[in-house]
């Protein structure tokens, strides 16, 4: 089928800790794929993202790399800090204009 | 520039009654998304327009729901009559860019909770 996986939360780290939140898909191809979060109060925001096998997308600090073997891209930030509470989305494009999305993991970061 | 808005941000009804959710793309975007999560769940897809016409509504979950995009700028989602499943975060997102996927903007989205 067509989906996309991703770890269930709660996930609660202390500032400074290093964070994995795993996401997996299921594609015919390699659909671009895509994080994004939702801190409180506030819409969803394009994080990060990656249009191609291998490639490795970046922002404020996080990172997620493209893995057509593993069919996964996993988040990862060296050091969470307590504004990074959010809930994150890996999403994967499904045609030209549409996406599927993860349940969502909410990761909330202790000071 | 001003971002995808979306009104209202919490619509508490009741069971049987009618809600009409707003969204106002950002100026110029010719795609606009409706998608929902329900409670905790994936954000699912509803329904695209582009301009004033529906690309794609094979989201939309049954014939209670009414989406509208009169003269391509800002659309409405009726749902009618309301039932208690219908209760979540209905999101609105829009985008230019044509062929292969590009980033969507999302709004704040609209809860909807049915009693």
């Known amino acids: 089928g067509n989906s996309v996986t991703q770890m269930e939360g709660p996930v609660t780290l202390s500032e400074e800790a290093f964070l994995t939140i795993n996401c997996t898909y299921t594609?015919?191809?390699?659909?671009?794929l895509f994080w994004y979060v939702q801190y409180p109060g506030e819409g969803l925001q394009l994080l990060l993202k990656a249009t191609k096998a291998d490639d490795k997308g970046s922002n404020k600090g996080f990172e997620a790399t493209y893995r057509k073997e593993t069919t996964s891209f996993h988040l990862e930030k060296g050091s969470v800090q307590v504004s990074d509470s959010a809930v994150y989305f890996c999403?994967?494009?499904?045609?030209?204009?549409?996406?599927?999305f993860g349940t969502g993991t909410r990761l909330k970061v202790l000071a | 520039e001003a971002g995808v808005t979306q009104f209202p941000s919490h619509s508490v009804i009741e069971k049987g009654q009618t809600v009409t959710l707003r969204c106002d793309p950002i100026s110029g975007h010719d795609n606009l998304y409706w998608y929902r999560r329900v409670m905790g769940k994936e954000i699912k897809f509803l329904l695209h327009f582009v301009k004033e016409s529906k690309q794609d509504e094979s989201g939309m979950p049954n014939n209670r729901f009414l989406a509208e995009r009169t003269g391509g700028t800002y659309s409405t989602l009726k749902v009618q009559p309301a039932e208690l499943e219908d209760s979540g975060v209905y999101f609105c997102a829009s985008s230019q860019n044509r062929g292969r996927t590009g980033e969507l903007f999302f709004g704040e989205g609209s809860r909807l909770t049915v009693l």
């Open positions: 999403a994967r494009a499904s045609g030209t204009y549409k996406y599927i």
């Open positions: 594609a015919t191809g390699y659909p671009s």
